[in-house]
Each structure stands twice: as structure tokens, then as C-alpha cells.
């Protein structure tokens, strides 16, 4: 599996509000982030959670979002593990 991130990649979440389980919580969604590290492999909760016995398999990373950007106050840092299919890059980095 080749990681699509490297450490230091600067990431968006994906925006959505999808009608079934996400590991991808609702005050981190839209938001921008920087990859800590690939965590490896594991199967996409979103659809093992379902039932389903043939969920994909992703690469998972550390994901670390400044506090003030998730709830707009802390000078504290966040770090999330997050599944591949939840990024993507941030093509409109202002850092």
C-alpha cells in the first residue's frame, strides 16, 4: 500500500454528512490539518461498522488540527487518526 500523504502534507476533510456511521467526527469535517504520520492499514470503519464482511482497506493517518480551527478558541493542537478516503489535499493552503 503506498501512502498517498507524506508526514507534513497539509490536508483538508472532506465536508459531508453522510446518512450511516463515520469515524470522521462532525467538528472536523471541512477543516484543514496537517499529516503527523501514516498509521498503516485498517478496513474503513464507515462500512465494516454496517455489517458489511468486504470493507475496503485504507491507510489510516495522524492528522493534527489547531484547536482554535476546529471550535475557534485553544492554543492547543488535535490530533485525529483518519482514514485515506476522508483527506484530501489542500490545494488552497494560506499557511
Do not use: C, I, N
Request: no cysteine.
Amino acid at each position: 500500500m503506498t501512502d498517498r500523504f507524506a508526514p507534513g502534507s497539509r490536508v483538508v476533510t472532506y465536508l459531508h454528512d453522510p446518512p450511516h456511521h463515520t469515524r470522521l467526527p462532525r467538528y472536523a469535517r471541512g477543516k484543514r490539518g496537517v499529516v503527523v504520520e501514516p498509521e498503516g492499514p485498517a478496513e474503513l470503519a464507515d462500512v465494516s461498522a454496517r455489517g458489511s464482511a468486504d470493507a475496503p482497506v485504507e491507510q489510516v493517518y495522524a492528522v493534527r488540527f489547531e484547536a482554535r480551527d476546529l471550535w475557534g478558541e485553544g492554543d492547543h493542537q488535535v490530533v485525529l487518526d483518519l482514514w485515506e478516503s476522508y483527506l484530501e489535499e489542500d490545494r488552497d493552503d494560506e499557511r
